[in-house]
């Protein structure tokens, strides 16, 4: 199950990151249980934000979700930060196009994706609202 977390975790924070606190796993099973009464016209945004959002991070991140080319792991605090940021920006500019990616190297960005910490509401906020700022702030 990680890609299935991910998955989740795109959805949850995607939908109702402003309402995490700090408990990752009641957070996220608190959303399944919302998400079993979901409609099929639910279903359907949900597919499509996280299609849109793939198509625009396989576009234009240099490495996707990755830190290098070479590199084989996704670590979910970067995974959470560019998923939801993508889509947030999208949602804000849904024909966003975007050139610029130096702030991925930048030291900021790095803060906000270390992983200690990381399950604080504060962090989650920071690194999700950095790259949906950035993105709207370079387009």
Do not use: C
């Amino acid at each position: 199950g990680e890609r299935e977390e991910l998955v989740l975790r795109f959805l949850a924070y995607s939908d109702r990151y402003l309402d995490f606190r700090h408990d990752v796993g009641r957070f996220l099973n608190k959303y399944i249980v919302e998400a079993n009464d979901w409609s099929p016209e639910d279903i359907e945004l949900k597919r499509r934000d996280f299609d849109q959002m793939l198509d625009f991070v396989a576009n234009y991140f240099p490495y996707g979700f990755r830190r290098a080319p070479g590199s084989q792991e996704v670590p979910r605090v970067r995974f959470e930060a560019i998923s939801v940021g993508v889509i947030l920006a999208l949602r804000v500019d849904p024909a966003l196009e975007a050139s610029d990616f130096d702030w991925l190297d930048s030291e900021e960005f790095r803060n906000n994706v270390r992983t200690d910490a990381s399950n604080s509401a504060r962090k989650l906020r920071a690194r999700v609202e950095y790259v949906r700022d950035r993105l709207l702030e370079l387009a």
